[in-house]
Nanobody, 120 residues
């Protein structure tokens, strides 16, 4: 089975920065797409950033220019560098990865979520 473990969340003042990490482990043959989502209280989960296997990226308009997604294939890890944080960025952040395992089964996997709180 595949697990995604997130870290790096916490409390930060507006204008500050955080870097989230998400490491995949388990039965992994290849990791395709990886992304970060977030869910604020009372809101739907939304896509924050996405990175494909060839390194191309996409960002939500609300974070474009402030957040950067990257991946380290040797470590099976995706990162989200968050700069110029705003109170509206407060949410639980989840990583996601589409992974083909060693038994030729492909599925989307989710991390447990990490809380990001941005104070005014």
């Amino acid at each position: 089975q595949v697990q995604l473990v997130e870290s790096g969340g916490g409390l930060v003042q507006a204008g500050g920065s955080l870097r989230l990490s998400c490491a995949a482990s388990g039965s992994i043959f290849v990791i395709h797409n990886m992304g970060w989502y977030r869910q604020a209280p009372g809101k739907q989960r939304e896509l924050v950033a996405f990175i494909s296997s060839d390194g191309s990226t996409n960002y939500a308009d609300s974070v474009k220019g402030r957040f950067t997604i990257s991946r380290d294939n040797a470590k099976n890890t995706v990162y989200l560098q968050m700069n110029s944080l705003k109170p509206d960025d407060t949410a639980v952040y989840y990583c996601n990865a589409r992974i083909r395992n060693n038994y030729s089964y492909t599925a989307d996997y989710w991390g447990q979520g990490t809380q990001v709180t941005v104070s005014s």
